[in-house]
Nanobody
Framework: VQLVESGGGSVQAGGSLRLSCAFSGYTSSTGSSYCMGWLRQAPGKEREVVAGIDSNGSTHYEDSVKGRFTLSKDNAKNTLYLHMNNLKSEDTAVYYC???????????????????WGQGTQVTVSS
């Protein structure tokens, strides 16, 4: 399984970015059954899960990003997206996409659920 993020950059507060995660190593038909998520790690802070999508397509968001971030998945393109609007300085972090290929019985918000990670993409929001 390979995960490659892109789309990070520097924006001013209130701006928008769209992150993409191209995944490979399994077919889209089996990939569609995996839970995937977006996580971030800010300097000096622990990594946190900000959004997840279940195998049935249900999406979930951490409270601080609800209403601003939207996760979507295109199984035909094997790509996961994170649309980020109204960005704030506290959103500055390295963002990672991740997949749970084992079907671990953990909540989407648990970092331990995910067993494959991308290399990360930097998002910097200036106020």
């Amino acid at each position: 399984v390979q995960l490659v993020e892109s789309g990070g950059g520097s924006v001013q507060a209130g701006g928008s970015l769209r992150l993409s995660c191209a995944f490979s190593g399994y077919t889209s038909s089996t990939g569609s059954s995996y839970c995937m998520g977006w996580l971030r790690q800010a300097p000096g802070k622990e990594r946190e899960v900000v959004a997840g999508i279940d195998s049935n397509g249900s999406t979930h968001y951490e409270d601080s990003v609800k209403g601003r971030f939207t996760l979507s998945k295109d199984n035909a393109k094997n790509t996961l997206y994170l649309h980020m609007n109204n960005l704030k300085s506290e959103d500055t972090a390295v963002y990672y996409c991740a997949v749970d290929s084992r079907g671990r019985a953990l909540g989407w918000e648990r970092e331990q659920k995910y067993n494959y990670w991308g290399q990360g993409t930097q998002v910097t929001v200036s106020s």
